[in-house]
């Protein structure tokens, strides 16, 4: 870390206010945000003209009604499971298939609230028949086997008009047949307007989520999965599903025969000696897609070398957006880069003179970054080891992470064990992270804490690079600078900061009179996305303080118990930064007549602000609330946290918070809270589920007392 005098540093901070702000054109509210859309491969996301072709050479019915018709659907002699793919798109499904001699015919009517909803609404949803959504058909015909459409793909609308296209996530809508062949494989030949080498896919019942309702269960179901996978087996799949449903029932007498049960546990036999791979990565995340695709079948260990780019530079693979969501939200990330050795593994906890990194033998992580500086490519850090990095070398005015904290200097991703697991400590010795210029950091899954500085950022100083947190916690850091401090996090001189997931709090400190106990923003863009910001200290924006020509993005957060001791607990505009925030709590902050909020901004609906009846400064838009009592009505004013998860203030059974956002334009699936849950529930058991104001989403009253996961 470069010290500059005290007069140079505030002229720099006081010229950087009055800079121009650089905006990256890829800043999105979350993580990961792919290169290509979702469901785009092999082929694209389709046009209108090339459904309307493929149907018509396909002679697809008009209506469902004709669909079922045709292919014999009357409520007898078919096969029918319900449930929630918990593992794609996040649909209550309702799935019917049956034989017409050596064809086969199946359609799946989804409800919900959208792509992505929570689970138990959407299965729920699909055993009443209730909140429907569009219906996906497929056929396979017989007399066409190894010909162009052998397998066929419709879409019909609630309405039952067949319709050419359908959102499947949040890009919108993708058109048939191309939003099919991601995930059932095959290609799309224009020339004839036909699809060629597609697959019906096996029934993953362990990947699903199910009701408790009896008949619905999992236990309940086992018999009409196992007719299901059959009926699959019978529409010339290829060899690797062949093989997939073969295993999971080869113990208890095969798919074909009657009372068999499907083995979660099968690993397929080219992962024989890296059953961990395939357990936890390949098979929650890779197989039900990978498996049907002519190339990129992940057959062994060795074809997912050739994933490295798709899954951590374009991210674009896992290739459904719920699945990206659930993989980046889970372990397996951090799995997949040390078992395929593709990153620099951290061994030991100390933070000896640096002497070189011998990843997975002998590194620390001041020497994994070294080694990742040196590199011109990306580079990844994971932890082998659980507990406290505790940094002691110390400073010598440099910005080269040889003493002092931790520089970053080029693309580099640390992926962390879990905020409560991996914690870095910067041991009241100087900053713990400084986020150089030009620098691509991802930082997921840790605790930041106990930096402290004369300077910028005690925790982390985001001096105009790109940085996304994700996961973790930043706490009991100190900037004593005077003004332009930021203790938990500063974004400075163009810099884009996007922290999502995350809690900054408790414990960051601008020692008097500095700004910015949580988050300083000057010159540079900070998006705050499902984040609690909660516990922090300074003279004015004691949470956040933004200065100058900052663009500041606030979704879902949470801003409360901040403590400024002249202005802005919660918030504070200096200069006419451009500030948008929108199903946001900031409330229950102290700092003179405008303990929340100090300065403007645009509000964009659906915010919960100030105390007592009183705004205390916040702006307030139509659809925005003005908390009549203390902060303890609407949240615990404590910070919890459940195993492995960043602590958040839970809302009170009642609040005004509770069900504030309508299903519209702002709560819309797939959306999560900060704790990765599906939104929205039915908070207030209303009937009518809508999404919370804050980052935590509260559960229905009634499902408080039932299992989180139901499988």
């Known amino acids: 870390m470069k010290r500059l005098p005290r007069l140079r540093r505030r002229y720099l901070a006081l010229l950087l206010c009055l800079l121009p702000v650089v905006v990256s054109a890829s800043i999105v509210l979350a993580f990961p945000t792919p290169s290509i859309p979702w469901l785009s491969r092999p082929a694209g996301t389709g046009s209108d003209a090339e459904a309307t072709e493929y149907y018509a050479t396909i002679f697809a019915p008009g209506t469902f009604a004709a669909w079922k018709a045709t292919y014999g659907f009357d409520g007898v002699n078919e096969t029918r499971a319900v449930y929630y793919n918990a593992g794609d798109l ?157 295993g999971w029932y080869a113990a208890t007498g095969g798919v074909y025969q009657s009372g068999s049960t499907l083995d979660g546990s099968f690993v397929a036999p080219g992962f024989a000696g890296y059953e961990g791979l395939y357990d936890n990565v390949v098979k929650p995340y890779c197989r039900s897609c990978h498996i049907a695709q002519g190339i990129t079948t992940l057959e062994f260990p060795t074809d997912v070398d050739a994933a490295r780019f798709a899954v951590f530079t374009g991210y674009y693979m896992p290739h459904a957006e719920m699945t990206s969501h659930n993989f980046w939200s889970s372990s397996a990330p951090a799995y997949l880069a040390r078992d395929r050795g593709w990153s620099l593994r951290v061994t030991r906890l100390d933070d000896p003179l640096p002497d070189g990194c011998v990843s997975g033998v002998d590194c620390s992580l001041r020497e994994a970054i070294l080694a990742a500086n040196a590199n011109a490519g990306q580079d990844i850090i994971t932890f082998d080891v659980d507990g406290t990095v505790l940094l002691s070398q110390g400073t010598i005015n440099e910005d080269f992470a040889f003493e002092g904290d931790l520089d970053i200097a080029g693309s580099t991703l640390i992926l962390g064990n879990g905020a409560d697991r991996t914690i870095i400590d910067g041991n009241n010795l100087d900053r713990v992270f400084d986020i150089l210029e030009g620098a691509d950091a991802v930082i997921q899954g840790v605790t930041i804490q106990h930096g402290s500085v004369a300077d910028h950022g005690g925790g982390i100083y985001n001096s105009g690079g790109r940085l996304v947190l994700n996961a973790s916690v930043v706490k009991d850091n100190v900037s004593s600078l005077e003004m332009f401090s930021g203790a938990g996090i500063v974004s400075l001189s163009g810099a884009t900061t996007a922290i999502n997931n995350s809690t900054i709090g408790p414990g960051n400190t601008a020692t008097y009179p500095g700004w910015g106990g949580g988050i300083f923003v000057s010159g540079s863009t900070l998006i705050l996305n499902n984040s609690t910001v909660s ?24 801003i409360a118990g901040n403590q400024a001791s002249l202005m802005g607990g919660g ?28 300065g403007s901004y645009t509000s964009l609906g659906h915010n919960l602000v100030g105390q007592n009846g009183s705004a205390n400064g916040c702006a307030m838009g139509g659809t925005d609330i003005v908390l009549v009592g203390a902060i303890g009505t609407a949240l615990d004013t404590n910070l919890v946290a459940q195993e492995g998860a960043v602590p958040y203030h839970a809302l009170v059974l009642g609040g005004p918070a509770i069900d504030a956002i309508p299903l519209g334009a702002h709560c819309t699936p797939p959306s999560y809270d900060q704790r990765n849950l599906a939104r929205p529930l039915d908070g207030n058991a209303d009937g009518a589920p809508a999404c919370d104001i804050g980052a935590y989403e509260a559960p229905a009253p009634w499902s408080i007392f039932l299992p989180l996961v139901r499988k």
């Open 90 to 246: 996040g649909f209550g499904r309702d799935m019917h298939c049956r034989r017409n001699g050596g064809d086969v015919a199946c359609y799946v009517a989804n409800h919900g609230l959208g792509p992505g909803g929570p689970p138990d609404l959407s299965v729920e949803a699909a055993i009443a028949g209730q909140n429907a959504l569009p219906v996906v058909a497929m056929v396979y015909k017989q007399a066409l086997q190894g010909n162009l459409n052998d397998v066929s793909y419709y879409i019909y609308d609630q309405a039952g008009n067949r319709v050419n296209k359908v959102a499947l996530d949040s890009d919108g809508d993708k058109y048939a047949p191309h939003l099919c062949l991601p995930c059932h494989g095959g290609y799309y030949d224009s020339l004839s307007n036909s699809v060629a080498d597609a697959n019906f896919l096996p029934f993953d019942a362990p990947s699903f989520k199910y009701s408790q309702r009896p008949g619905y269960t999992l236990a309940d179901q086992q018999e009409k999965i196992r007719q299901l996978n059959a009926i699959v087996s019978d529409t010339n799949p290829n060899l690797l599903i062949v093989q997939l449903i073969e």
């Open 535 to 558: 516990g922090n200290q300074a003279e004015e924006g004691a949470g956040i303080y933004i200065s100058g020509s900052g663009v500041v993005t606030i979704t879902h957060g949470t």
């Open 571 to 598: 918030m504070r505009n200096d200069e006419g930064a451009v500030v948008a925030v929108n199903n946001t709590i900031i409330a229950g902050n102290s700092g003179g007549g405008t303990a929340d909020c100090a």
